[in-house]
């Protein structure tokens, strides 16, 4: 947030950025079907794992016909297209790992996933915003939102672990809603100089914080870590610093030279990077740098969130110029539940990606004997993600540079 001063601008609202009061940055009611023009896409999206398994998903796209996006009339339908596209994309690509990827997307595909993009303001990739906002329905629309209510639109290889990932991450994002909606509240009190509304506000952003960090504890539950690391995972990943495609991708039909995109990550999720614009967490050159290229692959509306908040006045400087002990805890507690929230982060990635990583290594040296099947499944990840995150980042390095940097946000009287 920028130097704190009186200004007399309309109050800070979230309505104008396509944030739910209910829902956040979830996409409400996610469409199921598209028009019946373009039901040759969704009859090969909704069978990506089963084609992938069979080896047939480039077999079916190549001979698909090739549809025009300008029947695509609603946000809705274009989302749920986007969604379909890059689902087939992402399993176009690594239908047979990470040694036999394409150096070509056919125009079939390319053209109108570069068209519905364009509409979107989104990359031509699978993006957080596709897999995870705008990819859920409710078994029962009476029920409620868990577990076991909630299931995938479209899905990837690895079956009910990758239904849990996304699904898990969909809480999350949920859990998140109250500390959204307390942002205005928190910028607008701060311009009006109330510290009182300031603290309420953020003892309730503290609450939604930990709350994320609850739901995120089910990935133990819904996830087995040797299907994410060696079945899940590359799928997610992207054509950018990837040593699997070091030339990109050509999209057919959309230009000649190759493009590079990230593959999709948690760094895509507008959440933290508002949280982080709001108490002031500043990152290095690096991460920095990172975070704001992950923002190209969020929906606009979000990202102009995350810039605007940016703009208003400094929430750290007013906690400090107040003689409000209340409004000083409640800043501080609410850094230290981002940082136990960054925290755990770290200690699922290592569960998930560093251990599993270890474990492939060693199975790599031992390929003569007898593995077990999560053996072979693991030592069959690909190689080049082994201390990669999805999005590109050398993923532990990167966690811990942000946990870090968030660290440094504390008041200087209580800063460890």
């Not at 999206?45 to 698909?64: Q, T």
């Not at 995120?216 to 819904?222: E, G």
């Not at 409004?327 to 609410?334: I, K, P, R, S």
Request: glycine share 6%; hydrophobic share 40%; aromatic share 8%.
């Amino acid at each position: 947030m920028a130097s704190a001063e009186p200004d007399s601008k309309p109050p800070f609202s979230l309505e104008t950025y396509h944030v739910s009061e209910e829902f956040g940055f979830v996409l409400q009611d996610p469409l199921e079907e598209l028009p019946p023009y373009y039901q040759p896409w969704m009859d090969i999206a909704l069978r990506v794992p089963e084609l992938v398994h069979s080896h047939e998903l480039r077999f079916h796209i190549n001979k698909m016909p090739r549809l025009s996006s300008q029947f695509l009339q609603t946000h809705r339908e274009l989302r749920l297209a986007h969604l379909a596209l890059s689902m087939m994309t992402m399993g176009y690509n690594w239908q047979e790992g990470e040694n036999n990827t394409v150096e070509i997307l056919p125009r079939n595909l390319a053209v109108p996933y570069w068209e519905v993009s364009q509409r979107l303001g989104l990359p031509p990739i699978l993006t957080h915003a596709d897999v995870v906002l705008a990819n859920w329905r409710k078994k029962d629309p009476e029920g409620p939102f868990d577990m076991e209510n909630l299931e995938l639109l479209c899905s990837l290889p690895g079956g009910d672990s990758t239904q849990g990932f996304f699904l898990v991450t969909l809480l999350v994002e949920l859990a998140a809603v109250p500390a959204l909606k307390n942002i205005p509240t928190v910028i607008n009190g701060v311009r009006c100089g109330d510290s009182e509304t300031v603290a309420r506000a953020l003892e309730d952003i503290s609450q939604s914080i930990q709350d994320m960090t609850e739901k995120f504890k089910l990935i133990h539950v819904y996830v087995e870590p040797s299907v994410f690391y060696g079945v899940m995972r590359i799928y997610l990943s992207g054509w950018k610093d990837n040593p699997c495609m070091p030339k990109g991708l050509v999209y057919e039909g959309v230009q000649a030279e190759p493009m590079e995109y990230s593959g999709g990550s948690a760094a895509q999720s507008s959440l933290l990077q508002c949280f982080d614009e709001l108490l002031g967490v500043q990152h290095e050159a690096t991460s920095g740098a990172f975070l704001s290229r992950m923002r190209d692959y969020m929906p606009p509306a979000h990202k102009l969130l995350i810039q605007d908040i940016s703009l208003q006045p400094s929430l750290k400087s007013f906690v400090q110029q107040q003689a409000s002990e209340k409004l000083n805890q409640a800043f501080q507690h609410c850094v230290a539940k981002l940082l136990a929230l960054r925290s755990y982060h770290i200690n699922v990635v290592s569960r998930f990606i560093t251990v599993p990583a270890a474990h492939a290594r060693k199975l790599r040296t031992l390929r003569n004997q007898r593995q077990e099947l999560e053996g072979e499944m693991i030592s069959r990840a690909p190689i080049a993600l082994e201390e990669r995150g999805t999005g590109g980042s050398s993923i532990m390095c990167f966690l811990k540079t942000v946990r870090d940097q968030t660290k440094d946000t504390f008041l200087p009287e209580t800063r460890k």
